[in-house]
Nanobody
Framework: QVHLVESGGGLVQAGGSLRLSCAASGRTFSSFAMGWFRQAPGKERYFVAGISGSGRTDYMDSVKGRFTISRDNAKNTMYLQMNSLEPEDTAVYYC??????????????????WGQGTQVTVSA
């Protein structure tokens, strides 16, 4: 069993920055593909960014150049640095772990474990 805990969400003005963290339990974190998803009220959960066990990354188009995903395997932690935030980035952000993929999965159904989510609100 893997337990994921997100932190770092909050309220920020447009143009500001936040860094989300996802702390994972378990000794095999380094082999997991990890992802960040977001879900706004009344909308589906969408892929934001992901990182494979080998460090390959992928991003949704609207966050490329603004968000950076990274991981520190020694700390069992994944990060999402979010810069130049826009009101459209407002959502609950979830981290997820995939035990088996050696690529970056982009669909929620591909992930095995989920955190509880952290709210990000960007004011205009």
């Amino acid at each position: 069993q893997v337990h994921l805990v997100e932190s770092g969400g909050g309220l920020v003005q447009a143009g500001g920055s936040l860094r989300l963290s996802c702390a994972a339990s378990g000794r095999t974190f380094s082999s997991f593909a990890m992802g960040w998803f977001r879900q706004a009220p009344g909308k589906e959960r969408y892929f934001v960014a992901g990182i494979s066990g080998s460090g390959r990354t992928d991003y949704m188009d609207s966050v490329k150049g603004r968000f950076t995903i990274s991981r520190d395997n020694a700390k069992n932690t994944m990060y999402l640095q979010m810069n130049s935030l826009e009101p459209e980035d407002t959502a609950v952000y979830y981290c997820a772990a995939d035990r088996f993929s050696d690529y970056v999965p982009i669909f929620p159904r591909e992930y095995d474990y989920w955190g509880q989510g952290t709210q990000v609100t960007v004011s205009a």
